[in-house]
């Protein structure tokens, strides 16, 4: 096992520092960041211009900017339709995505989602329940019960783990062997709710889990947004320590990182996200699995960058999978947790294939 | 004294690993072999000495107690290498080893920390990995990264676990010359858990034999070892001979059948 390498990578004669070497690396991830920030607003046009009533991009752009200057069919379709459906793409890929990235990290695990951990699942509980048993509390109606339901049941899902994983220990496989025996748990009991709903509230769960845009308002945007531009300070400034667990926890330890506090404090972040996410949208399950494996591809572990690139990603895919869910089948929109696999399988195999052996 | 253990007791939940062990004080600039069986206590102790295990007893460095409530201070003093590698990630070498130093302290200075990490990859020997990720590298390529990580910090004391386990015999004896040199040079305390006793005998300056839950023997390197001492830490039949420089060599006759 020699340390020596055959290949290497910089050159004896070469009389630059390695921090200037090392600098490379920074210019091409901030130039992958802002591609990928440059695809996102392609991406947000095309989507906000694709629809029944087809729309040019620069029609779309022109209209975004001077509204008054659109008929009144035209800024309706545009601003009350077609852009929080496009925004709601953006703020749901984007805090799926960054909240896959934190768990993979913090689970040691690249097959980590914010799903993982059932939180996915009782979201999907709490929709179902207020669909089986539409009763209306303190006044709410069944369009905020529904949401507000799923949101309970995702967080309190999370408060369990967290819970568990503070009296039997925050270790990895702690953590994932308690979220993995709740999801079968959720699971069954969506089951059940499932087998003794009526036709129609059968519909409705299997419509909800599938995935859809189409509750989107902009009031919804705004919720989803808020926590998103919370939580990414705060996972900002948290990323050297994740960029130093990625060497190993032991390592990280030795470094002074507090890691199960650390885990802890990320779970909690990636429950409040996926939980708000979910609970607008239905489930959509691919984007916080991908979206990291397509940051990492691009723009490393570096945290700093890592992080953004992941969120960035998750929207583009989401996005893009707005796009196609209105045009794979003409005058049909398909709920969108369908189609995100269908769309981000062929780029992933892509990136797979061009960068695969740097996974 | 830099290092002093007193009546230090430490293991898991169940079992004690380490009971009761006292030590003669370390002087600055020791480097200090950690030899025994598996099981021995040797990570064990560097753990508990490092902040990462709890224990019971005194631990002073520099007539400071090591405490573990405090540890964020103490870690910018304290260089523990853990004995597994660094994960085979797509994070390249020189951000390990820079986002490591980065992870531990809020206000830095950039451009010596960048000094800091261009000469111990030029020290070690590694400058060519530099800009390599570690899911490229062998397992000994990342234990020299893991060991850039703890050299960087320049600590005072280094508490290195197994530092050459998965090195050729190279790079062995380049790590343990480099480590060497930084105990003499920084006037650092080094504390080296290692298996290969010929190669604790040539570069430490003392010798800590562990063993039955606690201290079987310590003391100057060329001295501390003796077939009893063998026996009883190894389980063998061994013999110390000398080298034609005079440097003490143990030969492995069997292993004693329990």
């Known amino acids: 096992m020699a340390v020596n390498s055959t290949v290497p990578t910089t050159d004896a004669s070469d009389t630059r520092t390695l921090a200037q070497h090392y600098r490379r690396f920074i210019g091409w991830r901030l130039a992958a960041l802002l591609l990928l920030a440059f695809a996102l607003a392609i991406s947000l046009l095309c989507d906000i211009a694709t629809g029944p009533a087809s729309l040019a991009p620069g029609q779309v752009l022109q209209g975004l900017i001077y509204p008054e200057d659109l008929d009144a069919a035209t800024r309706v379709i545009i601003w009350e339709v077609r852009l929080p459906y496009a925004l709601m793409a953006l703020m749901v890929g984007g805090a799926l995505g960054l909240a896959g990235a934190e768990m993979q990290t913090v689970l040691n695990n690249p097959l980590a989602s914010p799903f993982t951990l059932g939180v996915g699942a009782a979201a999907t509980l709490g929709a179902s329940l207020a669909i089986v048993f539409p009763v209306g509390l303190f006044g709410l109606s069944s369009a905020i019960m529904l949401p507000l339901s799923a949101f309970v049941f995702a967080t309190a899902a999370s408060g369990l783990i967290l819970l568990l994983s503070r009296f039997f220990g925050a270790g990895v496989h702690t953590v994932v062997l308690f979220g993995i025996a709740l999801l079968f748990g959720l699971n069954a009991l969506v089951g059940l709710l499932q087998f003794i709903a009526d036709y129609d509230a059968l519909q409705q769960i299997v419509f909800w889990t599938m995935g859809s845009l189409a509750r989107a308002s902009i009031d919804k945007v705004a919720v989803v947004a808020l926590v998103l531009f919370c939580c990414l300070p705060f996972s900002m400034a948290q990323s050297w320590s994740l960029t130093a667990l990625r060497s190993g926890e032991d390592q990280a330890r030795s470094l002074g990182i507090r890691v199960e506090r650390l885990r802890l404090i990320v779970l909690v972040r990636v429950s409040l996200l996926t939980a708000v996410a979910l609970s607008f949208v239905g489930e959509i399950g691919f984007i916080g699995l991908v979206g990291p494996h397509i940051a990492r591809l691009l723009l490393g572990e570096d945290h700093r960058f890592f992080l953004p690139g992941s969120a960035l990603a998750g929207a583009l895919l989401l996005s893009l999978s707005s796009i196609a869910s209105k045009l794979l089948v003409p005058g049909i929109l398909l709920p969108v947790g369908i189609v995100t696999a269908l769309v981000g399988i062929p780029l992933f195999l892509a990136l797979i294939i061009t960068r695969g052996r740097e996974l | ?258």
């Not at chain 2, 998965?166 to 790079?171: E, I, N, Q, Y």
């Not at chain 2, 420089?245 to 292993?255: Q, Y």
């Open chain 2, 1 to 258: 004294m830099s290092l002093w253990i007193r009546e230090l007791t430490a293991g898991y939940r169940r079992r004690t690993v380490l009971e009761g062990i006292a030590l003669q004080p370390f002087p600055e600039g020791s480097l200090i072999g950690v030899i025994g069986r598996n099981g021995a206590g040797k990570s064990t102790l560097l753990k508990s000495l490092a902040g990462l295990q709890p224990y019971r007893g005194d631990v002073l460095f520099d007539n400071q107690p090591i405490n573990l409530k405090k540890w964020g201070t103490l870690a910018s003093q304290l260089g523990y290498l853990p004995q597994s590698l660094p994960q085979p990630t797509s994070l390249i070498a020189y951000e390990t080893v820079f986002s490591a130093s980065r992870a531990m302290i809020n206000s830095f200075d950039r451009a010596k920390l960048e000094a800091a990490i261009e000469r111990v990859f030029a020290t070690l020997g590694i400058r060519e990995l530099a800009l390599r990720k570690l899911s490229e590298l062998s397992g000994g390529q990342r234990q020299m990264i893991g060991l850039a990580q703890v050299l960087v910090r320049s600590p005072r004391l280094l508490l290195l676990d197994e530092p050459t386990s998965a090195l050729d015999l190279h790079w062995q004896l380049n790590v343990l010359n480099c480590v060497r040199d930084v105990t003499r040079e920084q006037e650092a305390t080094a504390m080296v858990a290692i298996h290969d006793i010929n190669l604790a005998l040539r570069f430490c300056d003392q010798l800590l034999v562990l063993g039955q839950g606690g201290v079987l023997a310590q003391g100057p390197a060329r001295e501390v070892l003796t077939p009893e001492v063998l026996r009883e830490a190894y389980g063998i039949e061994g013999r110390i001979e000398r080298c034609s420089n005079g440097t003490p060599i143990v030969l492995c006759d069997r292993a004693i059948e329990h």
